[in-house]
């Protein structure tokens, strides 16, 4: 299995690790902490150190809650990193719903388009789709990052899930996008409780029938710190690597990370298992 992106086709027969930038003063973990281009960059360097195959850089916070931020000053936050960032010899993601954003960042050179919206926005869908080559990642949200706690879903969210993506990568394929480029994310957090969440990892194997390859995105969230009673994000190190390889050991090829040290190491140790 290989993930068509502009410059890069990535081999997924071994999972890969996607190294989290966050470009924001908000984000639910480390906002604030790489909020300028400079401390950006040296956070990119650090994470390629530490062994990420991929960089994903966002400028607007998702957090349940979070407020929208406006293009103009989405775009001063993350196209300078970007710019940047694609020198460094990796795949570049950009976490964006934002249609002008993404044709910005593709313009610059960048890989993937990471988008909470599936590409539901404005011409999202018209942008990647006349893109010859860029990757996208399609990921399930219900309602909006404004009101998905406040209502989240109900009951068994694995058919809909499936439903919602299958539907999008139809959408996309359909406006002449080849298969190798998408990947799809269940949403881990977005609009879910923390037993969905946790029933989506268990049966995640399910959604591999749809023939896509698979992102988790556990990193630090709630749902970990319901589990363990770690209440700050930055005590759910040890839950994320947990979480993280277990969603590998049920198919997803690529899990995007905060903690990209600790993440390949425990994935290393798995496939040592695995070839053992």
């Known amino acids: ?56 850089i966002g400028g607007e916070s998702t957090r349940p809650g979070s407020p929208a931020v406006p293009l103009d000053e989405e775009l001063a936050r993350v196209l300078p990193v970007v710019r940047g960032a694609v020198k460094l010899g990796v795949p570049v993601s950009v976490d964006t719903y934002k249609p002008e954003l993404m044709q910005a960042v593709l313009d610059a050179g960048a890989d993937i388009v990471n988008d909470i919206w599936a590409l539901r926005r404005g011409d999202a869908l018209r942008v990647v789709a006349a893109h010859p080559r860029c990757g996208v990642c399609l990921m399930h949200m219900h309602r909006d990052p404004q009101t998905m706690q406040v209502a989240p879903m109900e009951g068994d969210v694995l058919p809909d899930v499936v439903d919602f993506l299958r539907a999008r990568a139809e959408a996309l394929m359909a406006q002449g996008v080849a298969r190798e480029r998408i990947v799809l994310d269940p949403g881990i957090g977005f609009g879910k409780t923390v037993a969905q969440n946790l029933s989506l990892l268990t049966r995640q194997t399910e959604l591999s029938s749809l023939g896509f390859a698979l992102l988790a995105g556990w990193s630090r969230k709630s749902t970990l710190g319901a589990v363990t009673g770690r209440e700050l994000p930055a005590e759910r190190v040890a839950a994320s690597v947990a979480a993280a390889v277990l969603a590998v050991e049920r198919g997803a090829r690529v899990v995007r990370v905060h903690d990209v040290r600790e993440t390949v190491d425990a994935l290393n140790v798995w496939q040592a298992i695995q070839a053992a």
Do not use: Y
């Open 1 to 56: 299995m290989h993930w068509q992106t502009t410059r890069f086709e990535m081999d997924l027969t071994s999972p890969r690790v996607m190294g989290i930038v966050n470009v924001t003063p908000d984000s639910f973990s480390d906002g604030g902490q790489h909020a300028s281009t400079a401390a950006a960059l040296q956070h990119c360097e650090r994470l390629l150190k530490d062994g990420a195959h991929i960089l994903d």
